[in-house]
């Protein structure tokens, strides 16, 4: 995962998630700005470096509409007192108005969209949605830990579209606590689950009977294990489609030895509103009109003695209805039992949160997680889909020169015919997981294509940018354009563009900036033309476009450039360069980035071979020292011989390795 500072972010839209989910009070106030404060050193530092912040969070659970009471608005108040500076307020999440403020953003300016929940696409993780929250994005932070077990589109799906990526400080802090919480993890080892659904905690359990000594259950979802031994509790809060789940857990535990405790004794309530009659039973079945409101004192007295001599103890969900005050009490005591273990106590969520900063006892726990849900499964599973995702399609500088086969379908193919030929490479996707597989469709066939390859790992390439981001530039597409249609790569300089429509160095040079500014990834392509390799000029020529179309790229960029080797010559004509004649400029091109940029970025650098590539030379080819994939025309208009050439180069690579 690639911390925060090795993102280039100068001037740059950044999409920053963070969390902002904070109480409020019934006047929609903000009870606590905590979470807010939480992100404000990444927000420092970006704004440190001049990037052009866009931020985004959910509030609440408005489930897919607009709720007034759960705008962002007072947050965007708040934030910018904190910063004293001006937050803008986005009127939505995307769409035109929204796409339009981010193209406005000066470095400096923060853009707080609206709350990311009023869009049901958002927990849908839908692609589309997806691909509109990074239109006009360069760099994604995710500075959300507490959203991160969530496979939702400002998590998960948004860096799919948004190629540089990386973790904001309060993720990192916490992804390095929990790791080092598991990696040490002492025995006794005990988790406390409360909370009212087991549905929400099902594979957390499970996770967790593999690693600790004794799981802990209170709140609502006790009823669901008890009623489902055949206790009748009464009126309280039972999942009647978990019971068959609850019996199985139960079991489960038992088979692994864990020590599964539920509450001894029960408060019981026959209001939620009056506490006025409310009694303390350790037995069954419950009274009918009565239900279940926190645990009781012999429950407390059990807990709190294996609590105490843990000596790693995780906690989350509250033990009874926390939030009235009447049936806080066993959260309240439990929360004193971990603030006087002296192991390490880890405690995530809310409610759990809120109990010992009641009584004064935060300082006394080693670490408040502002994520509850995302602690546990952390602690159940090590991973996250949210941190997973900021890995993917993302090589980390140093990286292995993992296969990239890109397609140049250049002025061919209608939307029809290019949808057919994305669906047959679809079809292949999995045999070809591990390369980089990229295709350029003709503009026209691009939105379609995006909506093809959805969260697939095929990636959209342009097959030109120009460098202007908008205007009076008639037949032209800037790199807004491209980033909206989905494309994360572009090929820049392709010997047809630099003989049919005047591309010379300077506009290559332009056109590679322009992309790099946009996070796009160009495909920069070199190469002589046949007199110039019979004139014996081909490294000279070679030297010189590199020079000249890599010109002002600083080495921080030039790790997201993608090079081709094109040799005019071998290009649509049938003929190859040999294995040898290709080794031998690829090696010199090596050279060159050595030059400008040092041995450890030229020997990560992808350069790709392209000139009548098929499935019949490319084992050959990419078995040599420094051809990392292909660029490939006329053979990438089918799909047999495209996924052909790319399986071909995954085995050389892999023979290679
Ligand atoms: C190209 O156009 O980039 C190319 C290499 O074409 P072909 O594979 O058809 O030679």
Same mark, same amino acid.
Request: hydrophobic content about 40%.
């Given at each position: 995962?690639?911390?925060?500072?090795?993102?280039?972010?100068?001037?740059?839209?950044?999409?920053?998630?963070?969390? @902002?989910?904070?109480?409020?009070?019934?006047?929609?106030?903000?009870?606590?700005?905590?979470?807010?404060?939480?992100?404000?050193?990444?927000?420092?530092?970006?704004?440190?470096?001049?990037?052009?912040?866009?931020?985004?969070?959910?509030?609440?659970?408005?489930?897919?509409?607009?709720?007034?009471?759960?705008?962002?608005?007072?947050?965007?108040?708040?934030?910018?007192?904190?910063?004293?500076?001006?937050?803008?307020?986005?009127?939505?999440?995307?769409?035109?108005?929204?796409?339009?403020?981010?193209?406005?953003?000066?470095?400096?300016?923060?853009?707080?969209?609206?709350?990311?929940? @009023?869009?049901?696409?958002?927990?849908?993780?839908?692609?589309?949605?997806?691909?509109?929250?990074?239109?006009?994005?360069?760099?994604?932070?995710?500075?959300?830990?507490?959203?991160?077990?969530?496979?939702?589109?400002?998590?998960?799906?948004?860096?799919?579209?948004?190629?540089?990526?990386?973790?904001?400080?309060?993720?990192?802090?916490?992804?390095?606590?929990?790791?080092?919480?598991?990696?040490?993890?002492?025995?006794?080892?005990?988790?406390?689950?409360?909370?009212?659904?087991?549905?929400?905690?099902?594979?957390?359990?499970?996770?967790?009977?593999?690693?600790?000594?004794?799981?802990?259950?209170?709140?609502?979802?006790?009823?669901?294990?008890?009623?489902?031994?055949?206790?009748?509790?009464?009126?309280?809060?039972?999942?009647?489609?978990?019971?068959?789940?609850?019996?199985?857990?139960?079991?489960?535990?038992?088979?692994?030895?864990?020590?599964?405790?539920?509450?001894?004794?029960?408060?019981?309530?026959?209001?939620?509103?009056?506490?006025?009659?409310?009694?303390?039973?350790?037995?069954?079945?419950?009274?009918?009109?009565?239900?279940?409101?926190?645990?009781?004192?012999?429950?407390?007295?059990?807990?709190?003695?294996?609590?105490?001599?843990?000596?790693?103890?995780?906690?989350?969900?509250?033990?009874?209805?926390?939030?009235?005050?009447? @049936?806080?009490?066993?959260?309240?005591?439990?929360?004193?039992?971990?603030?006087?273990?002296?192991?390490?106590?880890?405690?995530?969520?809310?409610?759990?949160?809120?109990?010992?900063?009641?009584?004064?006892?935060?300082?006394?726990?080693?670490?408040?997680?502002?994520?509850?849900?995302?602690?546990?499964?952390?602690?159940?599973?090590?991973?996250?889909?949210?941190?997973?995702?900021?890995?993917?399609?993302?090589?980390?500088?140093?990286?292995?020169?993992?296969?990239?086969?890109?397609?140049?379908?250049?002025?061919?193919?209608?939307?029809?015919?290019?949808?057919?030929?994305?669906?047959?490479?679809?079809?292949?996707?999995?045999?070809?997981?591990?390369?980089?597989?990229?295709?350029?469709?003709?503009?026209?066939?691009?939105?379609?294509?995006?909506?093809?390859?959805?969260?697939?790992?095929?990636?959209?390439?342009?097959?030109?940018?120009?460098?202007?981001?908008?205007?009076?530039?008639?037949?032209?597409?800037?790199?807004?354009?491209?980033?909206?249609?989905?494309?994360?790569?572009?090929?820049?300089?392709?010997?047809?563009?630099?003989?049919?429509?005047?591309?010379?160095?300077?506009?290559?040079?332009?056109?590679?900036?322009?992309?790099?500014?946009?996070?796009?990834?160009?495909?920069?392509?070199?190469?002589?033309?046949?007199?110039?390799?019979?004139?014996?000029?081909?490294?000279?020529?070679?030297?010189?476009?590199?020079?000249?179309?890599?010109?002002?790229?600083?080495?921080?960029?030039?790790?997201?450039?993608?090079?081709?080797?094109?040799?005019?010559?071998?290009?649509?004509?049938?003929?190859?360069?040999?294995?040898?004649?290709?080794?031998?400029?690829?090696?010199?091109?090596?050279?060159?980035?050595?030059?400008?940029?040092?041995?450890?970025?030229?020997?990560?650098?992808?350069?790709?071979?392209?000139?009548?590539?098929?499935?019949?030379?490319?084992?050959?080819?990419?078995?040599?020292?420094?051809?990392?994939?292909?660029?490939?025309?006329?053979?990438?208009?089918?799909?047999?011989? @495209?996924?052909?050439?790319?399986?071909?180069?995954?085995?050389?690579?892999?023979?290679?390795?």
């Amino acid at each position: 995962m690639l911390q925060l500072e090795e993102l280039k972010v100068e001037g740059r839209t950044v999409f920053l998630r963070v969390d @902002f989910n904070v109480p409020l009070t019934d006047k929609g106030e903000i009870r606590s700005d905590a979470r807010i404060r939480a992100a404000l050193p990444t927000i420092r530092y970006l704004l440190s470096r001049k990037a052009k912040i866009v931020i985004a969070s959910h509030l609440g659970r408005p489930k897919g509409k607009v709720i007034a009471d759960l705008s962002l608005l007072p947050i965007a108040g708040r934030l910018s007192e904190l910063l004293g500076q001006e937050v803008i307020m986005a009127p939505d999440v995307v769409g035109p108005e929204v796409y339009r403020l981010k193209m406005d953003l000066k470095p400096g300016d923060i853009l707080l969209l609206e709350n990311l929940r @009023f869009r049901s696409e958002e927990t849908d993780n839908d692609p589309e949605f997806a691909r509109q929250l990074g239109q006009g994005v360069s760099c994604f932070v995710n500075d959300a830990f507490s959203s991160c077990h969530r496979s939702h589109a400002s998590v998960v799906g948004i860096t799919r579209f948004v190629y540089e990526k990386a973790a904001g400080y309060l993720l990192r802090k916490e992804v390095e606590f929990l790791k080092k919480a598991i990696e040490g993890a002492q025995k006794p080892y005990v988790a406390i689950l409360g909370g009212s659904k087991v549905s929400d905690k099902i594979a957390v359990i499970e996770n967790l009977m593999n690693k600790v000594d004794s799981i802990l259950i209170g709140g609502a979802m006790a009823y669901t294990f008890i009623n489902a031994q055949g206790y009748a509790v009464g009126r309280s809060f039972v999942e009647d489609d978990k019971l068959a789940l609850a019996r199985s857990l139960l079991q489960k535990a038992k088979e692994k030895g864990v020590n599964f405790y539920l509450p001894q004794d029960h408060l019981l309530t026959p209001s939620l509103e009056d506490a006025s009659h409310t009694r303390v039973v350790d037995t069954f079945p419950f009274p009918a009109d009565m239900m279940a409101v926190d645990i009781g004192p012999k429950t407390v007295d059990l807990y709190s003695w294996i609590i105490t001599r843990a000596k790693t103890v995780i906690w989350n969900g509250p033990l009874g209805i926390f939030e009235k005050e009447a @049936f806080a009490g066993g959260t309240l005591k439990i929360a004193e039992a971990v603030a006087i273990s002296t192991g390490t106590t880890i405690i995530g969520g809310g409610d759990s949160e809120a109990a010992v900063a009641k009584l004064g006892l935060s300082n006394k726990i080693t670490h408040i997680s502002l994520g509850g849900g995302a602690t546990l499964e952390y602690l159940a599973n090590e991973t996250l889909p949210g941190l997973e995702a900021l890995d993917v399609g993302f090589r980390r500088f140093p990286h292995p020169r993992v296969p990239l086969v890109a397609g140049n379908w250049k002025m061919n193919k209608t939307i029809a015919e290019s949808k057919s030929l994305l669906e047959g490479i679809l079809a292949a996707e999995t045999e070809l997981k591990d390369a980089d597989v990229v295709v350029a469709p003709p503009y026209t066939a691009l939105t379609e294509a995006e909506k093809i390859l959805g969260r697939s790992s095929i990636r959209l390439a342009g097959q030109d940018v120009f460098w202007e981001d908008r205007g009076a530039y008639t037949g032209e597409v800037s790199p807004s354009m491209l980033l909206d249609a989905g494309c994360r790569y572009c090929i820049v300089g392709h010997s047809e563009r630099r003989q049919h429509f005047g591309e010379t160095d300077e506009t290559v040079n332009r056109k590679v900036r322009a992309a790099l500014t946009h996070g796009i990834t160009p495909i920069f392509c070199v190469g002589e033309s046949l007199k110039e390799r019979e004139q014996g000029k081909t490294m000279e020529v070679i030297a010189l476009q590199v020079h000249a179309g890599l010109a002002g790229v600083e080495a921080e960029e030039f790790r997201f450039i993608v090079t081709a080797y094109e040799p005019i010559w071998a290009i649509g004509t049938g003929k190859t360069a040999t294995a040898d004649q290709a080794q031998g400029v690829h090696s010199f091109i090596r050279s060159l980035f050595k030059e400008k940029y040092g041995k450890g970025l030229a020997g990560c650098a992808i350069i790709l071979y392209g000139g009548s590539v098929n499935p019949a030379n490319a084992f050959s080819l990419f078995k040599e020292k420094d051809i990392d994939g292909f660029l490939v025309g006329g053979a990438s208009l089918e799909t047999g011989s @495209f996924v052909e050439i790319s399986k071909e180069a995954i085995k050389a690579y892999k023979e290679k390795k």
